[in-house]
């Protein structure tokens, strides 16, 4: 049974930094593309960041520069590192990770930027 878990949401003040966390089991990470969406409230999913399987990388507009997504393939998790942190990003954080046709979600992680 293949399971995605989230880590490392919370409150930050606006400026901070935050690391999230996707840790995989029942999947091989090395193998799949790894999405990071978030869902603020009242708004769509949207895509954040991915990685694909060979370590490449690409990320929405409003988080480029701020944002990095880095993968571990030894300890089969998938990292998003937030930087400069904005009331904006405020949402909850989901990984999703991508095999051929097949897709994984984590249950999410909250992160609320918020002096």
């Known amino acids: 049974q293949v399971q995605l878990v989230e880590s490392g949401g919370g409150l930050v003040q606006p400026g901070g930094s935050l690391r999230l966390s996707c840790a995989a089991s029942?999947?091989?990470?090395?193998?799949?593309?790894v999405g990071w969406y978030r869902q603020a409230p009242g708004k769509q999913r949207e895509l954040v960041a991915r990685?694909?399987?060979?370590?490449?990388?690409n990320y929405a507009e409003s988080v480029k520069g701020r944002f990095t997504a880095s993968r571990d393939n030894a300890k089969n998790t998938v990292y998003l590192q937030m930087n400069s942190l904005k009331p904006d990003d405020t949402a909850v954080y989901y990984c999703?990770?991508?095999?051929?046709?097949?897709?994984?979600w984590g249950q999410g992680t909250q992160v609320t930027v918020s002096s």
């Open positions: 029942g999947i091989s990470f090395r193998n799949c593309g």
């Open positions: 999703k990770a991508e095999f051929i046709l097949e897709a994984y």
């Open positions: 990685i694909t399987p060979g370590g490449s990388t």
